[in-house]
């Protein structure tokens, strides 16, 4: 069996049941090395003749994987490993993840994260952008797979979802890449292409600016985008 040093990614299925995080994915990834460091130093020592018993590697909940892909070993998060992955332990790595993504949360957003973080019903923002909070969607591809990735997605996607189309468009020209990249996603996703017919239609302007992007980064939503992204009459948006 190879050794458990080797060990480059974690992956991490189910959780604890009532005692989770009310925004808690049903898996996710470790890849920090400190933190991969901290679960190697926990893990329980293997079973006399583990090489040859342990033909599968475990079937337990927390994982560990070489850099080819291959498990090396999995067990169940039991003794000095389960407060590392129990969502709710503020010194867990659920929650330094959720830290994480809440201290990288543009300025005037960083509170509104911190209740998501927390569990708690957040109130929403005052004068922050929409431009700013499609950046702040785009930028959870920096980290897809980490405990905090569903928060990354919801927390953006609730301030966008009740914006009219027009205010929409308007955050779509001002926006910088991160956020064309957050944009695709949310004009793509059910919170807006489920809304009424006559409010998802969008201005030639920020319509090509979406399709473009798409075109070059995200081909997979381009058919999406081109079926569901009704044309405006006519780009009469001016800024207030």
């Avoid at 995080?21 to 901290?38: F, K, L, S, T």
């Avoid at 018993?53 to 337990?60: A, F, I």
């Avoid at 905090?148 to 910088?176: F, H, I, N, S, Y």
């Amino acid at each position: 069996m190879k050794p458990i040093s080797r060990t480059v990614r974690i992956a991490v299925t189910h959780t604890f049941g009532d005692a989770d995080h009310p925004i808690h994915p049903a898996g996710y990834e470790i890849v920090d090395r400190n933190e991969i460091a901290e679960v190697l130093a926990a893990w329980p020592p293997a079973e006399p003749h583990d090489d040859f018993e342990c033909m599968c590697h475990g079937d337990g909940r927390v994982s560990l994987y070489e850099a080819g892909g291959e498990r090396i070993r999995s067990v169940d998060p039991t003794g000095p490993l389960r407060p590392l992955f129990d969502s709710r332990d503020p010194v867990g790595l659920p929650s330094r993840h959720r830290a994480r993504w809440v201290a990288a949360a543009p300025e005037g957003l960083r509170e509104y994260a911190g209740a998501w973080a927390r569990g708690e019903e957040p109130r929403p923002p005052r004068g922050v952008s929409l431009s700013t909070v499609f950046s702040w969607l785009g930028a959870v591809r920096e980290h897809p797979g980490d405990a905090a990735r569903l928060l990354a997605t919801l927390a953006p996607q609730r301030l966008l979802a009740p914006a009219p189309a027009d205010e929409l468009a308007w955050g779509v020209r001002e926006t910088d890449r991160a956020g064309l990249e957050g944009a695709v996603r949310f004009f793509a996703s059910e919170e807006f292409t489920t809304r009424h017919p006559k409010r998802r239609r969008v201005p030639d302007t920020a319509r090509d600016l979406l399709l473009r992007h798409a075109r070059s980064h995200r081909p997979a939503d381009l058919p999406v985008l081109e079926r569901r992204l009704l044309r405006a009459p006519e780009d009469r948006i001016r800024r207030s």
